[in-house]
């Protein structure tokens, strides 16, 4: 079996090992792959890994060998599911790995916007506490959790882990999820989006980026939220209608916003969000830490695995 990575560098830059997956067959890793030169890599190839690296309609077509796409996410937008499965082309995800680093991404970003804590660490290393006159100063109010209400779209693996770390707060939580299949836990309280916006004093963004979902925060959703409310995305940048986004912080409707992700990664010049008020970037760092990449790892081997045996897992599409 032949086995082509085509994005590897961003889940291992050296940092972990590749084992459990050179464990099952040899492995020809790439550390990117542009778009015009995936067919040639891929070429001969049963099983291709990917991240970000677009396996399209035109390339799975052009691909006869390939028997196994495996996505080193949990997101899968970037695959083509429709065209694999014509081919009868097997396509996994990784759900779950990242739950424990993005949630706590999630908080950061809450509690730096709530708090300020890096902002006035840098006031401090400017000299502006040993000019002030008095003991203590804040920029800004300093807003606490406890008792504030948390919105969270998407109630799955990422999203639980956030209201229970919400809850831990002593946040009430309203979550939007598309069926609940069991009761909602103790302290959670299912929702509508739009009461979800309309209700909460910070909303998180956990739902898969899908047509129905593309553009959930727009200026009609954007006008149900409070104007101290703060809005997290650690989820897909396009969930976001960027524009709309950047027009509702510089106007002072919301808060502000901590976001993880944007529609173009990196992104190009001119993004309205870049410079936005009240604005906090992370360059998509939520699923970095090295425990969550080992994880990941380990769970692409395993459902390679587990498909050559013939009882495939977290299969999408």
């Given amino acids: 079996m032949k086995i082509v990575l085509l994005d590897a560098y961003t889940a291992n830059p050296g940092d972990v090992s590749w084992e ?3 464990a099952i ?3 020809e890793f790439h550390d990117r792959t542009p778009l015009e030169e995936t067919v040639a890599r891929c070429a001969g190839a049963e099983a291709v890994i990917t991240n970000k690296a677009p396996l399209t309609r035109e390339i799975i077509m052009a691909l006869p060998d390939l028997k196994y796409i495996g996505v080193t996410a949990t997101g899968y937008n970037i695959v ?3 065209a694999a499965k014509e081919r009868s082309i097997t396509v996994t995800n990784v759900p779950g790995y990242s739950s424990p680093a993005v949630s706590q991404l999630v908080f950061a970003l809450l509690l730096e916007l ?9 006031t401090v290393a400017d000299g502006r506490w040993q000019a002030c006159p008095d003991f203590s100063y804040w920029d800004g109010s300093i807003m606490e959790l406890s008792g504030r209400t948390l919105g969270i779209i998407g109630y799955g693996d990422i999203g639980s882990a956030v209201g229970r770390i919400a ?3 002593g946040m009430k939580v309203l979550a939007s999820k598309r069926e609940w299949k069991t009761p909602a836990p103790e302290g959670i309280t ?3 989006i739009d009461e979800v ?4 004093d910070a909303i998180s963004l956990h739902c898969p980026l899908t047509d129905a979902t593309k553009f959930l925060v727009c200026e009609r959703t954007l006008r149900l939220m409070k104007p101290s409310a703060y809005l997290i995305n650690t989820g897909r940048g396009p969930l976001i209608d960027e524009a709309a986004l950047a027009q509702a912080l510089n106007e002072g409707r919301i808060a502000g916003a901590g976001l993880d992700v944007l529609s173009v990664e990196p992104p190009k010049d001119g993004n309205p969000l870049i410079g936005a008020k009240n604005c906090l970037i992370t360059p998509h760092i939520g699923w970095a830490s090295r425990d969550a990449r080992i994880r990941l790892i380990a769970a692409t081997a395993a459902n ?4 050559l045996d013939g009882k495939p897992v977290n299969v999408v599409g």
Avoid: E
């Fill in 20 to 22: 459990p997956l050179q």
């Fill in 25 to 27: 067959a040899p492995c």
């Fill in 80 to 82: 083509d599911v429709a």
């Fill in 114 to 122: 709530t708090n300020k804590v890096g902002y006035h660490a840098q």
């Fill in 167 to 169: 809850t831990a707060f």
């Fill in 190 to 192: 299912p929702a509508s």
């Fill in 197 to 200: 916006f309309a209700h909460s």
């Fill in 304 to 307: 390679l695995q587990a498909f």
